[in-house]
């Protein structure tokens, strides 16, 4: 098959639709219309079926029972409810009525999870944010560590979204059992890419998204424990008392439909997906490696989502990396705010420099990545870099035998 450009490499931010998972969604935009909660009506029958039918196949994919599933908008909304419910509900009342307790979390989580947790701070609860080890990966110890007598929950993300490592979950979950503390996870980029159950790993509350493992856009789902324990949650949306009065408002029916046949393929093709996938990356990690000394792998290479590489190069500014192969789509570590180039915090959370989080590149794969696609990558990055270096004047001094830590700039 011929190569055909531009190639998507940014599978972490979104994914394709799979075709199969928009035919299953068709008739829901289309002949059967129903609202799920209509109860008086064959229409409304057919909708409530479909829900049915796809609260089973998101529940079988992580180890749940259909009733512990949530519809939600997506991982955003999912990490609110699970944060905000648990606080409200769980933060001990203080005389003035406010509630208080302590969270813990880490400092490289995606903005769903550490926006609401700093809301909280603002608010009154303690937050501790653990930083992940040089790997990347958060350890069940580092939690131990971080565990006091007023914590009431523990946010701590799967795998991360920008590096791809993968952290330990289940002995986080177990920790958390025995300490009696509710243990939520932003599951986003693990749930159908790797084996999930939630009774084995201990997990309380546990969101997912539709586009990021080819389902729709805006549709995603929380797991809420209901025995051992039974997790109780302060809603975010009141009205209509759908979803056991924890989320309102009419179900997004073609949404939802979406999202359990993506989970349904996601449970057949995942470790056939896994097996391609991670051979995949590891042919473009090894092979841009191989053929730039100085670039180096972010996070550790085995603790690592089979469809994720994020690679460093020193003195090349990712941005102008991008630019150069245009062809290519993947991010950088440069989150683009309104005015500045900020380096990413996920990143400098790891120990990297400024310039080190600024040169770095993410790749995504997805169930249609080639092999071909990969090779042509490869050596773009490979000669899109050396041609950046050829015009660094640090380069420059480096191969000289400088060592820039010693210099000393002018200006300011
Ligand atoms: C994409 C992503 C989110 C946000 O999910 P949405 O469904 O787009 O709101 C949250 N966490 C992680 C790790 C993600 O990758």
């Known amino acids: 098959m011929a190569l055909e450009l531009p190639i998507y490499m940014d599978n972490n931010a979104t994914t394709p639709l799979d075709p199969r998972v928009l035919d299953a969604m068709m008739p829901y935009l289309t002949s059967k219309y129903g609202n799920a909660a209509s109860r008086s009506h064959t229409f409304g029958w057919e909708a409530e079926d479909a829900v049915s039918k796809a609260r089973k196949q998101v529940a079988k994919l992580i180890g749940a029972s259909p009733k512990e599933i949530i519809w939600t908008s997506g991982s955003t909304e999912g990490c609110n409810l699970a944060i905000k419910g648990v606080a409200e509900m769980y933060g001990p009342r203080k005389e003035d009525g406010s509630c208080r307790g302590h969270i813990i979390t880490t400092s490289y989580e995606h903005k769903a999870v550490l926006d609401p947790c700093k809301r909280l701070q603002r608010e009154g609860f303690d937050v501790t944010f653990i930083d992940p080890h040089e790997d990347g990966v958060i350890t069940a110890a580092q939690v131990a560590e971080a565990i006091r007598e007023d914590t009431i929950l523990v946010t701590i993300m799967w795998a991360n979204n920008e590096i791809g490592t993968i952290n330990e979950v289940d002995e986080i979950g177990k920790l958390c059992k025995e300490k009696g503390i509710l243990f939520h996870t932003d599951a986003t980029q693990a749930v159908g890419k790797i084996p999930i159950d939630v009774e084995r ?68 093709e995942m470790n056939a997906d896994a097996e391609r996938l991670s051979k995949l990356r590891d042919r473009l990690i090894d092979g841009v490696l191989s053929q730039l000394d100085m670039a180096v792998l972010n996070g550790d290479k085995e603790k690592r ?108």
């Open 201 to 268: 790993d201990g997990v309380d509350l546990l969101c997912g998204s539709g586009h990021k493992i080819y389902g729709p856009k805006g549709v995603g789902f929380l797991y809420v424990r209901r025995r051992k324990p039974r997790v109780r949650l302060s809603p975010m949306i009141d009205g209509g008392g759908h979803e056991r009065g924890m989320r309102s408002g009419t179900l997004n029916v073609p949404g939802i439909v979406g999202m359990g046949e993506s989970c349904e393929l996601a449970g057949k």
């Open 305 to 412: 989502l089979p469809q994720t590489a994020n690679i460093s190069f020193p003195y090349v500014e990712g941005e102008s990396l991008m630019m150069a192969m245009k062809d290519i789509a993947v991010s950088s570590g440069s989150a683009c705010t309104s005015a500045s180039l900020e380096p990413s915090y996920v990143l400098k959370s790891l120990g990297l420099g400024d310039e080190l989080a600024h040169s770095s590149i993410r790749f995504g794969l997805s169930r249609w990545s080639t092999e071909e696609e990969v090779d042509y990558t490869v050596e773009k990055v490979v000669s899109a870099v050396n041609h950046l270096l050829e015009m660094s004047p640090l380069y420059d001094m480096v191969k000289e035998g400088i060592d820039l830590s010693t210099v000393e700039w002018g200006g300011h």
